[in-house]
């Protein structure tokens, strides 16, 4: 099992930054990457970002290209969202993710991040306008 806990949600101004974390306990070795989902209300979950464990490779969802950063620290199990230039849109529950990475010819870069089962209970973050 793998237990995931996310922090560092809020309530910040448009344009301004907050930095999430995501430590992660129990069976390590079932994943090999980890990355960010969000909910916002009314809507679908969607993927954030994504960091390979041992590639280091970095993956973004559309929506935040550019404004945010996920990074990892492994001696800690621990990766970070750092989020820039927040916009009302960003507003949502944040939810940290297990999973791996896998090959495609499909996909730019040639990698793609997989969420597994494995998910932590969210933490909100709220931007005002």
């Known amino acids: 099992q793998v237990q995931l806990i996310e922090s560092g949600g809020g309530l910040v101004q448009a344009g301004g930054s907050l930095r999430l974390s995501c430590t992660a306990s129990g069976t390590t070795s079932d994943y090999d990457a980890m990355g960010w989902f969000l909910r916002a209300p009314g809507k679908e979950r969607e993927f954030v970002a994504a960091i390979g464990w041992s590639s280091g490779r970095t993956y973004y969802g559309d929506s935040v290209k550019g404004r945010f950063t996920i990074s990892k620290d492994n001696a800690k199990n621990t990766v970070y969202l750092q989020m820039n230039s927040l916009k009302p849109d960003d507003t949502a529950v944040y939810y940290c993710?297990?999973?791996?990475?896998?090959?495609?010819?499909?996909?730019?870069?040639?990698?793609?991040?997989?969420?597994?089962?494995?998910w932590g209970k969210g933490t909100l973050v709220t931007v005002s306008s």
């Open positions: 993710n297990a999973g791996g990475e896998a090959i495609s010819d499909h996909v730019e870069g040639g990698y793609y991040y997989y969420g597994m089962d494995y």
